[in-house]
Each structure stands twice: as C-alpha cells, then as structure tokens.
C-alpha cells in the first residue's frame, strides 16, 4: 500500500472498532470496508452448521429485495459460503479460486442475483467459525472494477480480523447492556429500597421504591448525585456505612426518620477489579422499613400444605395478631371456628402449638417483596 493507502487503512480500523461501541456506525464503517477493498455492495452473514439459516447481520449497498432472495433461495446458490468451512481462517476467495468464470456466468446464481445488482463478482472472508455457526465477510465488486484481484484478497485479508474483533465486541455490548437494563428492571420491581453507590459514595442506580423514598425526604433525600440525611442521627450512621469496604463484612444499622418510623439500613460492599473506573459501583445499600412482619409467600403456604383459604387467613392471623379471642375479633368469626381452623392446621402441618406454626410461616418468608402483583402479601 501507498502512505496514502495506509493512513487511510489504519483510520478505517478506528471507524471499525467506534462502529463496534456505536451501532449507528456501523453501515458506515461497512460501506468504507466494502470501498476500502474496491467492492460496490458488502454484507456481514452467517450461517449455522446444518445449514438450516442463515442471519444477516449488516449490509450495505444491497437492496432489500436482494437480501431477501439471498435469503429465501441463493444461499443455497452461492458457491463460496460454505467453502469456507474447510478453509483457513482469514484467507479471502473469489469466483476463480473454486471455478472457471465462464461456468459462474453460466450460474442462475450469477444470472439473477449477482448480475442484476450490477456487479461482476464475490470476494468472502470467514470472520468467525465455531461448531454452531460460520461468520463471513461478503463483499460484491462492480463490473466496471473487473473480477476480484490481489490487491482486493489482501485488503480483505488485514481487515478480517479487525472486523471480526469489532463484531464480539459488539455482541458483548449488546448483551451486557441487555443485563444492565434486565437488572434495573428487576429492581424496580422490589418494594425493598435499593442503590448502588460508588466509591466516593455518588449514587450509580436507584431502584423505584428508593427513588420514592428520596422524594419523601423523611429519611434521606437526594442532593445532586449525593445521599443527604435528613437527621444527625441518620447522617452518622449513613457516613459510617459508606466508609465500609470489600474488605469488611455487611454491615446493618437502625435509623429514625423525621416522621418517627424506623428503618432497616444494609450496606454490602462489592468485590471488584481495582483497575475500575470510580463511578463504578462498590457498595449496595438497602433501606427496609422494619416491621416484625416478614413478607411471607403465602401462596407458597397454601400449596404446601393444601390449606383452604379460611386456614390460611387464621394461619397469617396467628403470625401476626397471636391469640384465638384476638384472632376472632380481628376475623370477625366464632372464637370456636378459629379453634377448629386451628386444629386443622396443626393436623396439616406437623405443628403441635401456636409458635411452631409461627416458625414454619416464618420459613416461607421472601427477602424482597414485589412492588406489583402477585397472592403474596405482608401477613
């Protein structure tokens, strides 16, 4: 290549590797790939193993009308993709290399889709082979360029790798963000209040139910990026949770806010790379309000022991209210009624008094309880 033609080569890199971070390059990056290599259509495809489909996954210069025929019937036409299942990786092939050219003109495939797409000829390049699937480079040149060349094997060839790489790494950043926006969504689903915090103790994430509770303000509030207590009290346990490391063990503390009510705080700090950006997350707080009632999966109950729901309803009663006249009063039923309902649960579960049927509920009981949805409710 020329100095020309290397500069150019080594700016193309960088527009493959940005396409890999901003998918809104990347018919960009592939229309210079494709002129880079003097083609005039270029597509990324693969297909898998058995040859039962095919996914094309960028293109350029190529007309939806043609990708759908590629794909409903010249697949099975086009004589290079599956050569390379026995070739070298990163060696790029043309029409010539596995047929005389006077019989590829004789191809429908050559007839009716690559000739009416003005092109001449087909340069490929597997980017990627595993067991399940074949990744390759398809690149069409025009026919005012002639057949594929050297110089277009070799170019083809240096920027296999690169596109390759550009390729994993755009599929990882797809999955990861995927997860990212799983996981947020997952949180936001809690009723239990949740936020990352950076080492400095910025806010990275916060759950819905922690959002509310920073719009309350009767415990903490939100200043900017930053956790403000709303009393001294808070603000020095709070301080001293965020001063915790990976290195420390979790952490729970008791606070009061302003309206009295007591809160459960959890601080976990989370192992990560050193080399880390400072933004990233080191430590998760959890912020309960506390409650002597656990939040008990009361379908689960139901189902295990084959409880009516008149059994389950004096079952959470006992949990939570304790004696049969109490139990009555707050049903609304005979204090005889709840005796039997009683004896029925005793009979289901294994129990034989009131506080082993208070510690098998208390073994159903979930960690975090859904903000929508759902038979389970606080007992």
Same mark, same amino acid.
Request: with cysteine; glycine share 6%.
């Given at each position: ?13 960088? /527009? ?19 002129? #880079?290599?003097?083609?005039? *259509?270029?597509?990324? +495809? ?37 050569? @390379? ?37 087909? =340069?490929?390049? *597997? ?9 390759? +480079?398809?690149?069409?040149? @025009? ?23 550009? @390729? ?18 997952? +949180? ?6 949740i936020c990352l915090l950076d080492a400095d103790g910025r806010v990275v994430h916060a759950n819905a139910a ?43 503390? +008791? ?30 707080? #959890? ?14 109950? =139901? ?43 005793? /009979? ?15 073994? #159903?009981?979930?960690? #975090? ?11």
């Amino acid at each position: 290549m020329t100095i020309h033609q290397a500069n150019r080569f080594s700016s193309l890199i960088g /527009e493959i590797y940005d396409a890999a971070v901003d998918p809104a390059l990347r018919s960009g990056a592939l229309e210079q790939i494709s002129q #880079f290599v003097g083609g005039c *259509a270029a597509m990324i +495809l693969s297909r898998d193993s058995a040859r039962l489909s095919i996914e094309i996954h960028q293109h350029f210069g190529t007309d939806a009308r043609f990708r759908q025929l590629y794909r409903d019937r010249y697949v099975e036409l086009d004589p290079l993709l599956d050569r @390379h299942l026995t070739l070298a990786p990163e060696r790029t092939i043309g029409v010539t290399d596995i047929m005389s050219y006077a019989d590829f003109i004789e191809t429908s495939f050559h007839r009716e889709w690559v000739e009416p797409q003005g092109a001449i000829d087909i =340069a490929t390049v *597997a980017l990627e082979k595993t067991a399940a699937r074949t990744t390759i +480079l398809q690149v069409l040149r @025009h026919r005012s360029r002639g057949t594929v060349d050297e110089a277009m094997r070799e170019r083809m060839r240096l920027l296999a790798p690169h596109v390759h790489r550009s @390729h994993i790494m755009g599929r990882q950043i797809r999955a990861r963000s995927h997860t990212v926006d799983d996981l947020a969504d997952v +949180l936001d689903g809690l009723n239990t209040a949740i936020c990352l915090l950076d080492a400095d103790g910025r806010v990275v994430h916060a759950n819905a139910a922690c959002r509310q509770l920073f719009a309350d303000a009767n415990l903490l509030a939100m200043v900017g990026d930053r956790i403000v207590a709303r009393n001294t009290q808070t603000d020095k346990i709070f301080r001293g949770l965020c001063e915790i490391d990976d290195s420390a063990r979790r952490r729970i503390e +008791l606070a009061t806010s302003t309206d009295g009510q007591h809160y459960l705080l959890h601080a976990l700090p989370l192992k990560r790379d050193r080399s880390l950006a400072r933004d990233a997350a080191a430590t998760m707080l #959890f912020i309960q309000r506390a409650s002597m009632s656990p939040m008990l999966a009361t379908a689960a109950i =139901a189902a295990a022991f084959r409880l009516t729901p008149s059994e389950l309803r004096v079952l959470m009663a006992i949990v939570e209210i304790g004696g049969v006249p109490d139990i009555a009063a707050k049903l609304g039923i005979a204090e005889t009624t709840v005796k039997t309902h009683l004896g029925r649960l005793f /009979e289901k579960t294994g129990a034989g008094r009131q506080a082993d049927l208070v510690k098998i509920a208390a073994g #159903f009981a979930v960690p #975090f309880g859904r903000r929508t949805g759902g038979d389970d409710r606080a007992a």
